[in-house]
């Protein structure tokens, strides 16, 4: 090694010398050649499982042959129409590829070394790695009974920069009542703002929403954050969005490069808001076979924490391990309880009734395997 490369990790800013870059687990191919088995099923990262939104493939196809061009104009057409959906002004938007960019802008809008930041716990875990990377003081307050401890937060805020919230919250999938979120953002310390990850917040039903858009316009401290990820499909497309105060725009905008998301994901974002009643359609198919799966769930004794999300925190309890390696054996990877501090959990995402039912017979013979018999 050359003398002078024995000392560049000393270069490299203090607050990010012991963080550890996030890590997304072994790969497909990985766990197929591990566990012998082919064609492993994935609900294990939340990613739709019913298929594009009709449009979507042929708005992706059309905008190809823009690929020579930057993409201003699209960035405004995008922000219009999402201003459109949502009922923000169009200068409350800020695109961006993913959620995940938007809570490193933040971090990097708002903190600085030492300031202090309030997470719950458990919660997504990129919150918490861009606070300790930019220095910050995190405080994770436990949750209750599945449930964000909101009085515990709000005690905690005094004197914090940032509260993250998370609603519905992953991995639990539970969500907040709007009466509870208007006392909490009524009862914010001055100073400290909220930033609420509205990820899953397309699986409630619009009306049964907190009205988080009207707060942000009315100068309230909420940021918000919504992705293209979950309900609409494109993940692989990495596109989401801010909406925040209009004077706040631009230090977002300031903390990315410019045109940060490509032009076939914002067309493919835009064929996706184009028409509501096929949204809601899309809602209420994932509803439908979320809940479908946890009466499955229940039929078989494993109880499920009532989740607004595209996913069920089930406890089958025991070693969550097992059952983890029990489902990758037939096929089906899923998220173990116990890398969000829930031993004996699973978090399961949801597909298609077909695919849950297959899920949920595995689920079975992983059980009775356990118990020592390979059937009733």
């Known amino acids: 090694m050359h003398p002078d490369q024995t000392g560049l990790r000393e270069l490299v800013r203090p607050s990010l010398r012991t963080v550890a870059a996030y890590d997304p687990g072994p790969s497909l191919t990985e766990l197929e050649v591990r566990y012998g088995v082919k064609d492993i099923v994935k609900l294990n990262w939340n990613e739709d499982l ?14 190809i042959r823009r690929a020579p061009l930057y993409p201003e104009q699209a960035y405004s057409d995008f922000r219009d ?14 695109p961006a590829h993913g959620i995940q960019a938007l809570v490193f802008a933040v971090v990097a809008a708002f903190l600085n070394p030492g300031d202090r930041v309030v997470l719950p716990k458990p919660t997504y875990g990129l919150y918490r790695q861009a606070c300790e990377a930019a220095g910050a003081e995190v405080l994770r307050v436990p949750s209750r009974e599945y449930r964000l401890d909101l009085e515990a937060m709000l005690s905690a805020a005094q004197g914090a920069k ?5 609603d519905p919250n992953n991995p639990t999938g539970d969500a907040l009542a709007p009466e509870e979120w208007a006392a909490f953002l009524e009862r914010l310390p001055h100073g400290c ?7 899953y917040a397309d699986y409630i ?6 009205s988080r858009v009207a707060e942000v316009a009315d100068g309230r401290p909420v940021v918000v954050l919504r992705t293209f990820s979950k309900l609409f499909g494109i993940a692989g497309l990495r596109l989401g969005f801010a909406i925040a105060n209009p004077d706040l725009i631009p230090c977002l905008d300031a903390v990315q490069e410019p045109f940060n998301v490509n032009r076939l994901a914002l067309a493919a974002g835009m064929a996706c808001l184009r028409d509501p009643a096929m949204i809601e359609a899309r809602r209420r198919q994932v509803v439908a076979a979320r809940d479908g799966f946890a009466a499955k769930l229940a039929a078989l004794a494993i109880p499920t924490w009532p989740s607004q999300a595209n996913f069920v925190l089930a406890n089958p309890g025991g070693d969550d391990g097992r059952w983890y390696e029990g489902l990758v054996r037939r096929g089906f990877l899923v998220r173990r309880g116990s890398e969000f501090g829930l031993e004996g959990h699973l978090r399961i995402t949801v597909g298609p009734e077909k695919l849950m039912t297959a899920v949920a017979s595995a689920i079975a013979a992983v059980a009775a395997e356990q118990r020592g018999y390979d059937g009733p």
């Open 162 to 166: 940032l509260v993250f919230v998370c």
């Open 205 to 210: 039903a619009p009306k049964q929403r907190p």
């Open 81 to 94: 129409l999402v201003a459109a959906r949502t009922g923000a002004d169009p200068a409350m938007v800020a």
């Open 193 to 199: 703002l909220v930033i609420v990850d509205e990820a």
């Open 50 to 63: 019913f298929g594009l939104l009709p449009g979507v493939r042929e708005a992706v196809i059309e905008e």
